[in-house]
């Protein structure tokens, strides 16, 4: 069965440096794998996708994040984080097989960003 | 894209009660999506909601609890009916194809007393 894991359910930054975010899955075919953000009291919005494409995706707001096969694992990054960064941060997966694909999602993790 | 909203944004309930959610898009879509988000939990898919058909629910959640109407394609309905404090979450809207990138609606908060 598929399985998203976000290690880490809160992460704290400063302004300004490197913003990593953990994401590992499992899953018995070759993934779409996606990172949503959540700003406070609002929906989720789509940062970005992998599809099978490039392994490194650009999303908005400078995040990309690298598809690595071997590590099973989608990590979301973005070189210097701005207090508009802070948000809730949503892995998910889906495997490309089939006609009911469904989304898996991970727990989330909390970003804050302190000045 | 599209354009998701949801009414209520909020509300405070008394169990036993049921609560009625609307979802509106400002496109035609085939497929919506109901989901529940439980504080701390991830993002559980309560049910699809297709234009013309029942909804098809997920494993957990049945039809007398969360009754669902899909009268056209911009439009859908969830009730959580015969609420208890277990109920309290954030509902939310989206739409899709076929659950790969999906557009969410800004969520209903409710809190059931």
């Known amino acids: 069965a598929q399985s998203v894991t976000q290690l880490g359910s809160h992460v704290s930054v400063s302004e300004g440096a490197l913003v990593l975010l953990r994401c590992n899955y499992s899953?018995?075919?070759?993934?779409?794998l996606f990172w949503y953000v959540q700003y406070p009291n609002q929906g989720l919005q789509l940062l970005l996708k992998y599809t099978s494409a490039a392994t490194l995706v650009k999303g908005i707001n400078g995040f990309e994040a690298e598809f690595k096969k071997s590590e099973t694992s989608f990590h979301l990054t973005k070189p210097s984080a701005h207090m508009s960064d802070a948000a809730e941060y949503f892995c998910?997966?889906?495997?490309?097989?089939?006609?009911?694909?469904?989304?898996?999602w991970g727990l989330g993790t909390s970003l804050a960003v302190n000045p | 894209s599209a354009v998701i909203s949801q009414k209520p944004s909020r509300d405070i309930c008394q169990r036993g009660t049921s609560l009625t959610i609307q979802c509106q898009v400002d496109?035609?879509?085939?497929?919506m999506f109901w989901y529940r988000q439980q504080p701390g939990q991830s993002l559980t898919l309560i049910a699809t909601a297709n234009q013309g058909s029942e909804a098809t629910y997920e494993s957990g959640f049945v039809i007398d609890k969360f009754p669902i109407s899909r009268p056209n394609l911009t439009f859908s309905t969830l009730t959580v009916s015969n609420m208890s404090p277990e109920d309290s979450s954030i509902y939310l809207c989206?739409?899709?194809?076929?659950?790969?990138?999906?557009?969410f609606g800004p969520g209903t908060r409710l809190l059931v007393l």
């Open positions: 899953s018995s075919v070759p993934p779409y």
């Open positions: 496109s035609q879509v085939t497929m």
């Open positions: 998910a997966v889906s495997d490309n097989a089939g006609n009911n694909r469904k989304l898996i």
């Open positions: 989206s739409v899709g194809q076929a659950q790969e990138t999906q557009y």
